[in-house]
């Protein structure tokens, strides 16, 4: 995903055949106490972030809890470690990703296809727990029992594995090209519509 100040934020996920065959939980993701320290040392590990690029992480996963709706849901081990999570909060004006997206959409498919929506912000899988399916669940516990109208996300364009689980999870193309910021890498915004009828809040 790219939201907050990274752009690089985007599911990296391949739901095929299993190398690990251990009995994965997921739960919600309790703020109190080390939860959150295990999701950016995971999130580093996924992306390799250190350093400067680890810094900045840190300081946009603990924002982040902040923002309305925020939801997390965390995949976890026999053993208790985290080895997968996701979450995301309600798209608002003022939010860096909410406003590069509506420079692209204009203000009336703004207003009608972006505010108001759950942004999923981060979907990650340690690389020895991926091809199994987990990027699905997770993604579908996250958007269970949403209030929201519909879900939006972007990923890099040329992530097929993320943009597979994405299509096949009913997720439409809002735009199909895009950068986020001069020399970026190319970008899709998906939106997928979670309840039949009414107004997304």
């Excluded at 899709?188 to 997304?200: F, N, Q, Y």
């Amino acid at each position: 995903m790219a939201n907050g100040h990274q752009r690089d934020d985007n599911a990296r996920t391949d739901d095929r055949d299993s190398d690990r065959d251990t009995p994965i939980t997921i739960q919600p993701l309790d703020l109190a106490g080390s939860a959150l320290d295990d999701v950016i040392a995971l999130y580093n590990a996924v992306w390799g972030k250190s350093g400067a690029g680890a810094a900045a992480v840190d300081a946009q996963i603990r924002r982040h809890p902040r923002y309305p709706g925020f939801k997390a849901v965390v995949a976890r081990a026999p053993d208790d470690r985290a080895v997968g999570f996701a979450y995301g909060y309600t798209n608002a004006p003022g939010q860096w990703w909410h406003e590069r997206v509506a420079e692209h959409l204009g203000a009336e498919r703004t207003a009608g296809e972006l505010t108001g929506s759950f942004c999923v912000t981060e979907l990650a899988v340690l690389p020895s727990h991926r091809r199994h399916g987990l990027g699905r669940r997770l993604l579908a516990a996250l958007l269970a029992d949403l209030p929201h109208a519909a879900a939006t996300l972007s990923t890099q364009r040329d992530n097929r594995p993320a943009r597979a689980l994405y299509e096949a999870a009913g997720w439409d193309y809002l735009i199909a090209r895009m950068r986020f910021t001069p020399g970026d890498r190319e970008w899709v915004v998906m939106r997928r519509r979670l309840r039949p009828t009414g107004h997304e809040h």
